[in-house]
């Protein structure tokens, strides 16, 4: 690879009265550590910064107590008291001589206030944004002036913790100062109401005031939402989101530019491409002279080099990507691109801050462990004997492990049954939209095929008497699992009763086999699974119903930010849904429904049942190996072990975690599932 054709991805960018040494740039993100865990948020910023990101951003900080998130874990700035727990984030990201940025933000009625118990606050009246059945005060002139007052004082401390950039935040639909901006939310008829110039007041006043307590200390940004994809009812980038760019242009040091809400913003790969928001943002440099920052889940060098070029971007901004790889910069600077590990836009980092648990990634196990277990994506200890690994089977767990055991200097074979590599993701890779998570098995497969201590055997089916043959010290089972047709799953405890229909399992689905006439979709698991089978069966041409227990479909996915896509996407193709109702019996095409609150029975008519419940780990083999452990000495086995779908049955983030963790604490006596470092704040 030519280096030199990325050279421009590493030139300085001046922002206010600091320089960022390159183009890389780790926008805002949330990470479900912030004030809660804070050395674990400022190891894993500093890791990034290590990495070669020019500028490393917090998470939302809220500036005062009215602004309180709880539950969500993310930082603060409410008083002097939380300058500490920044400052070490700071100390952190600028010992490698990157920029650290924080974002303030007050986030009006999209808070309850559930810690603080302050009355929460608005533009006008309002019910507040999520299901608290309390409201939110309409703010007066003495408001305005204390919330003045309050970014004032984040900001000053701000300083004080050594901050090189400090963010205005008005974007996503979050924040109060977006509120003021959308005449969704203000209604007033002063002078911070009516006319944009009205609407945008407060903002200004802010930046104004930011600026100020900056001073020469520090560069201060303004993250916009310069389109809210929701037609006239909302801010667009065609009208009213592009008068603001021309209001403020060149007032605050730097322009951060996206699309709200966050499910647009942090769009995932089933439903949108790299780069999706360009369209949306492209005119910013046109019309401001101060630097741009804009994302779209950058992770192709060519795709970024072309974002400079042509004038859409100064710097290469990243949430996601900078997740799935915190050594992005110094991989493309050292000639290591095709060694990324690309996101997959799966959004599983995005559950950890909807659940306040530290940030995962699907394609990065290390990614929350960085303090809590010393884990660092780059380094891994050598190997602690010359022992040598059997692995059965390739899929996301068992290529993991065979990665990691081989960094640390393991000579390992691995065995797969199958024509492939992949398990589990090569059939689902082809459902709609998927595509890109094949990466999880790409860049495994890269990287394993450089290593001479791994072999890899494909059409290998291994009994038990061939295990034991080999006469290897370790043994690691990682066989996957396949969904059940039974229907047992949270609701159904025991097989139900199916006579004379035919049942089909996902597998059978996704390669290829099309049920005939109505198909009756039992979504018992909640996250991807069962709408993406009804989207696919639907798209050749199939008729689906589609029946789930819960109130609304991949449920789920409200934490990768999705289900209302999903649900939407059924909607649009006139796919039947039934909520609040379990499959109990199926009878020659009769479906016993009962309601999840009443237990009436009801019925529908179907062809064919598809249960997508839950999955069995595909264990026998183990079993079979166990059955003989008093042969294990003589064969010189010392250990056979379970990792990802074949010991539990979860998610491929689960199955690539478990598979590294085996990997991290071989030869390690410590407990590998409960040996982590916890934070106690009187420590």
Known sequence: M??????????????????????????PHCNGMGHRWPKSMAEMRGIKAEGGWGVVCSEECEIHPSS???????????????????????????????????????????????????????????????????????????????LRQ???????????????????????????????????????????????????????????????????KAAVAFRFGVDELMGAAGIRCADEGREVVHMLADLPDLWDVNVSDWSNDSLTSRFGAEGHQEPYIDFVKKITNKPVVGVGRFTSPDAMVSQIRRGDLDLIGAARPSIADPFLPNKIKQGRADEIRECIGCNICTSGDMLSVPVRCTQNPTMGEEWRKGWHPEHIEAAGSEDKILIIGAGPAGLEAALALSNRGYEVVVAEKAAK???????????????EWRRVVDHRRHMLNQKANVNIYLESDLGAQDILDFGFPHVVMATGATWRTDGV???????????????????????????????IIFDDDHYYMASALAQMIHDRGGEVIFVTPAVKVASWTENTLEQHKIQADLIRRDIPIICGQTVIAVT???????????????????????????????????????????????????????????????????????????????DNPSDQWTDFRRENQWL
């Open 68 to 146: 309180d998130l709880s539950s969500g874990a993310l930082m603060r700035l409410w008083d002097d008291s939380d300058i500490p727990t920044h400052a070490r984030m700071v100390d952190k990201v600028q010992e490698h001589g990157a920029l650290a940025g924080v974002q303030l933000v007050h986030n009006g009625y999209s808070v309850s206030n559930r810690f603080s118990r302050i009355v929460p606050i608005a533009p006008t009246a309002r019910a507040v944004r999520y299901d608290d059945p309390i409201q939110a005060r309409g703010m007066d002139r003495s408001d305005i002036k204390n």
């Open 588 to 666: 020659a095409g009769k479906f016993t429904l009962k309601c999840a609150y009443t237990e009436a029975k009801t019925g529908i008519e179907g062809d064919s049942f598809l249960p997508v419940t839950s999955r069995q780990s595909q264990d026998s083999l183990f079993d079979q190996v166990m059955t003989r452990q008093d042969e294990f000495v003589g064969r010189g086995v010392t250990s056979v072990t379970r990792i990802g779908d074949c010991h539990v049955p979860s998610t491929i983030a689960a199955a690539v975690y478990h598979g590294h963790l085996y990997a991290r604490g071989l």
């Open 2 to 27: 030519d280096k030199s054709l990325y050279d421009i991805l590493f030139e300085p960018v001046k922002i206010g009265p600091k320089t960022a040494k390159n183009r890389f740039y780790q926008v």
């Open 489 to 519: 799953g949270r609701e159904n405890h025991f097989p139900i009763p199916i006579n004379d229909t035919p049942v089909f399992s996902p597998e059978q689905i996704m390669d290829g086999v099309m049920p005939e006439g109505r198909v």
């Open 150 to 216: 309050w970014f004032r004082d984040a900001a000053r401390r701000a300083v004080t913790a050594g901050y090189d950039i400090i963010y205005v935040y008005a974007g996503h639909n979050l924040t109060l100062l977006m509120h003021f901006l959308s005449p969704r939310y203000n209604q007033r008829t002063d002078e911070y109401g009516g006319s944009l110039t009205n609407r945008v007041r407060l903002i200004r006043e802010v930046l104004e005031d930011t600026k100020e307590i900056a001073g020469d």
């Open 421 to 435: 590599t992949g398990g589990r993701l090569n059939r689902e890779v082809n459902l709609p939209g998927f595509g």
